[in-house]
């Protein structure tokens, strides 16, 4: 039975030539059959990218759209907070339903952007709109958990407004600005947590982005940097993500 496994064998009973040939054969067939291979799992890897690319669009899109109702909300709610209550449930209901379209979003973002997350935690979004003062703003940063976890987490927040005046970079503390404490900063999460506040412009200020810096204390280790550009916040858009290692 080994004979048959044997070239010698072959090529004492054909001879050279045509064993060769027969040799070659099969190695350009195997060639060809693990192209084919190869080609058809390219093809499946790009129909799996194609849909998962075509799932996150249109999640975006959706979440275009209930940002705007938010942002339509939140303006109606400003003008008539004291007496309207009924509005201010409805807004809670958006919120909650936006926050769990963000949560399915960032699922996504775990697997196309990992960086954007530590220890199941991701700093979601940051929106600033004006109130009716000149040069008077309100501000509302998320921090969610990408995960469903057991325990809560708690951490840290910090929040930088960078831009410049009369030409020199300068970075002012927003919390500071919107005066919320020390204590105020800390977080104990489940799921997300929402810091808001109002704060006025400082003279001559013009901003350029929001850096946002949130350190894990409990229930996971490490900081997350990300740097939100000033020109998107305003037009409501997805800030791109940045990633800033000090004051640039």
Known sequence: MKQYFNLKYW???????????????????????AYLAGVWHAKSLKETVSEQSAQLDDMYERLEQMEYQRHVMQ???????????????????????????????????????????????TIDSITVTPNQADKHFHFSLAVLQIEQRRRFVEGRVAIDLVGRIDGQKKRFDLMKLANISG??????????????GDFFMPEGFVPERID?????????????????????????KPAPNVRTDGDT
Do not use: C, H
């Open 11 to 33: 090529q004492k009973r054909f001879g050279r030539l045509p064993v060769f040939f027969a040799v070659a054969g099969l190695l350009i067939l195997f060639a060809y059959l």
């Open 75 to 121: 303006v109606e709610l400003d003008i008539e907070r004291s007496s309207n209550q009924s509005l201010q449930d409805e807004l809670t209901a958006l919120q909650n339903d936006n926050y769990a379209l963000r949560r399915d979003l960032a699922f996504y973002q775990k697997i196309m952007a990992p960086e954007l997350q530590e220890s199941g935690v």
């Open 183 to 196: 204590d105020d900063r800390t977080f104990t999460m489940r799921y997300f947590s929402i810091y808001e």
């Open 212 to 236: 946002v810096s949130v350190t894990l204390t409990d229930g996971g280790r490490g900081t997350l940097n990300r740097s939100f550009f000033w020109k998107d916040i305003r037009k409501g």
